[in-house]
């Protein structure tokens, strides 16, 4: 996703491509806290139709600002389950944990590849959208597990009391080895390090697995959800 920097001067969005579609233009809150107004999104839809897309669609966005978008005309594509864990000893599981390696920038496609590979589309991810999560936040960590292959990664990012799980994959042929739970782990421990009190993780309402893995290593279930929102154009 490329900055547009009318956009951003407005109300703090950034204006890009859906990964590996693009005839499919994308607004990306850069606050996620930001309760936009349906003037701000018709300026939004006004730039994004430079591009001649065929829709538009947000990232995830939290119910007050999701309503913004709806009284312009946009409707519900997906629904985020939002998760929250307190940064605390009761956080990270228990016994010997395996590590982690750092993701070089060089192996940046290899770890698209494996996005793609562990999530269908329209949901995965191409290198630009993984280099704009990792920069969403003042400080990221990007980590991978696998020897040889890449068997999995966790893009973290850490502002203020935060810290957000912003990206975690692993491949299919290397599911139920205990690499999401490592990597998990990894992300939450270098949240406190930081001083994040507390994590957020978003993940489909229908992903049990997830939902089990997060809710087993102390995080809870907010009330609200995020939605994904999508406008039709042609």
Known sequence: MVPVDSVGAV??????????????????????????????????VDEAMQR?????????????????????GFHEIDTLALLVADLDDSTYPRGRRRSTQRLRPSRLGEVALLDRAAFAD?????????????AATPRHRARIVGDGHIEGFALSGHAAQAGYLQRLAVHPRARRQGHARTLVAD????????????????????????????????????????????????
């Open 11 to 44: 109300a703090r969005a950034r204006l890009g491509n859906w990964p590996y579609d693009p005839d499919v233009a994308q607004i990306v809150l850069l606050d996620h806290h930001m309760v936009p107004t349906p003037g701000d999104v018709r300026r939004w």
């Open 52 to 72: 001649r897309p065929r829709a538009i669609r947000t990232g995830a966005l939290f119910p007050a600002a999701a309503d913004a978008f709806r009284d312009v």
């Open 122 to 134: 329209p949901w995965s991810n191409d290198e630009t959208a993984l280099r704009e999560i990792a």
């Open 187 to 234: 992300s939450l421990g270098w949240m406190r390090r930081r001083g994040a009190r507390q994590a957020y993780v978003n993940t489909a309402v229908d992903n049990e697995a997830a939902l089990g893995l997060y809710l087993g290593l102390g995080f809870r279930r907010r009330a609200e959800s995020l939605a994904i929102l999508e406008l039709l154009v042609r």
